[in-house]
């Protein structure tokens, strides 16, 4: 398995509520607290935010801009390259991990929330040229179903991602380093977060 780390530290954000068709979270800051977290960074990622925002993202009200939100649990590859170098062709990479998306207009220097939700599951993974694609997903059911299909999907994984999937603040944190990071990247004139009904809150963006 070979996985890369980007560590981001951001001041600690609380968003309670959280709705899978829409995004009504309490959003409130938390001055005195630092928290350092790990935002996983891989190629394969690439992939599967194109898919979430693809397949699930334009499945909601649509807004300015769609962002996704996640925690790797694992990924599994046929066999690990001999070194960093090595070009991996195997066409049967896993990647299972708590994933969310977000769509986001933009009113003068805030992301307001208009509609989002959860996907957690397990994607696989093919090559495609230089780069990957989402051959299939295998997602989470709903109701009854919730707790027998996640503990199928992932299996010994399962204790992990229960733990990430319901430790609201650690996915808050998340999601504001993923929205600071996409800002950065698209020079969006934008500092504030905010959800429907909710105070805007100051990203951590990279002074």
Known sequence: ?????????????????????SCKQKVAETL???????????????AIEHFLIDSFGKNYTPGAVCIPAYSVINIEEPGDPS?????????????????????????GDT???????????????????????????DQVEDGSRNLPSAKRIFGDLYDEFHAINSNQDYRDSVRLAMVAQYVQEHHLPV???????????????NQ
């Open 32 to 46: 005195e607290n630092t928290v350092t977290i790990e935002v996983p960074q891989n190629p394969y990622l690439v």
């Open 83 to 107: 070194d960093s170098t090595e070009i991996i062709t195997a066409t049967d990479i896993k990647v299972w991990g708590d994933w969310w998306v977000f769509n986001y207009n933009i009113v």
């Open 111 to 137: 992301l307001k929330c208009i509609s989002g939700g959860s996907h957690p599951g397990m994607f696989l993974l093919g090559k495609d040229g230089e780069a990957y694609k989402v051959i299939a997903f």
């Open 191 to 205: 500092t504030m977060l905010q959800d429907f009904g909710w105070p805007a809150v100051t990203l951590p963006l």
């Open 1 to 21: 398995m070979k996985q890369t780390k980007t560590i981001l530290s951001l001041f600690a954000i609380i968003l309670l509520g959280m709705s899978l068709s």
